[in-house]
């Protein structure tokens, strides 16, 4: 990695950490709101209780203050306390990233496999029936909106059906007789989500590579090729797909980022115990520490992608390197 990319990687860092303490605050109303407020429950009649309140959570301070008192405790890497939920950020994160990781890394493999097949046989038949019906298809998944397919396939397959969970992570209390077992029961909670976050990064993937491919069929290399006698399988194989995959690779860590936004809306329709379930319901209750270290651990981990895959692409393109 030279430096330049660095210093980039460090100020887009920097810019995400502001973003990240400023756009919590711009929402109406504060954490402490439930305990100023006389219809509930959690009300606290007492204002000195309520002063300390805020003052134990920096909220009385001025907002320059609040961001320099941020930056520093994320430096040390200290994401606060839950006001909500009275538990250390990095503990409720440390227990939900592991099932966003699952649902987004395992459909962006599923995804990337069924995207790079389908739209590199699409723009090899270019013009043919398979390739508008491709086409179509890839459109129709990466506009349908990932709510909607998710409760769809809720309703067919989880309510009408029957064949899988509802919702959630695993079965509520079970205990399993062994490790095989609890692989299963977390394999039928997750193929709906699963299924739900395919379909919306596939046709991305599908379109991409296929125009790449049809790019690549023009270029003077593949007439070189087909001169040469290759058969077609070697020229759709080892020339046409292998530099059609450049710019698919070089997205990568851009489709982590549609990845973890989708994973949002599909981890509160299945009620999944992930991050996206996290930052929505933390969001309801306006708990600023729980959503600056949300979004921070996302942010670095759609950052840290996207870092690796110009590093990736860097070294499959020697057109990057020298640039």
């Known amino acids: 990695m030279d430096v330049r990319r660095a210093l980039s990687y460090l100020v887009t860092l920097w810019v995400v950490l502001t973003l990240n303490f400023l756009l919590p605050r711009l929402l109406p109303g504060d954490p402490l709101d439930a305990l100023f407020d006389r219809d509930r429950a959690g009300y606290v009649a007492d204002e000195a209780v309520r002063s300390r309140l805020a003052a134990y959570y920096g909220l009385d301070r001025p907002l320059a203050h609040q961001y320099a008192d941020y930056l520093l405790a994320a430096l040390r890497g200290d994401l606060g306390w839950s006001i909500w939920l009275n538990r250390p950020v990095a503990e409720l994160i440390a227990g939900r990233l592991p099932w966003t990781l699952l649902l987004t890394l395992t459909s962006l493999a599923l995804a990337s496999l069924i995207g790079v097949w389908l739209g590199g046989e699409a723009g090899w038949r270019r013009g043919s029936r398979a390739d508008r019906w491709a086409v179509t298809a890839g459109i129709i998944a990466s506009n349908a909106p990932v709510y909607l397919v998710g409760v769809g396939l809720l309703i067919v397959f989880g309510a009408r059906l029957g064949w899988l969970p509802l919702g959630g992570g695993r079965t509520a209390f079970a ?33 991409l590579v296929r125009n790449s491919m049809v790019s690549v069929l023009g270029e003077d290399f593949m007439l070189v090729a087909r001169a040469k006698g290759l058969t077609e399988g070697r020229l759709k194989r080892d020339h046409a797909l292998r530099n059609a995959l450049l710019p698919f690779v070089a997205q990568l860590g851009a489709q982590m980022g549609m990845a973890v936004t989708g994973a949002i809306f599909i981890e509160t329709v299945f009620a999944y115990p992930g991050m996206g379930r996290l930052i929505f319901d933390a969001v309801g209750v306006r708990d600023y520490p729980l959503l600056q270290g949300a979004f921070l651990v996302v942010a670095f981990v759609v950052l840290t992608a996207n870092l690796l895959a110009d590093e990736v692409n860097a070294r499959l393109d020697p057109r990057v390197r020298s640039a």
């Open 175 to 207: 205990v399993y007789p062994h490790a095989l077992a609890a692989a299963g029961d977390v394999g039928r909670h997750l193929l709906l989500p699963l299924a739900t976050l395919t379909l919306h990064l596939v046709g991305a993937k599908l379109l």
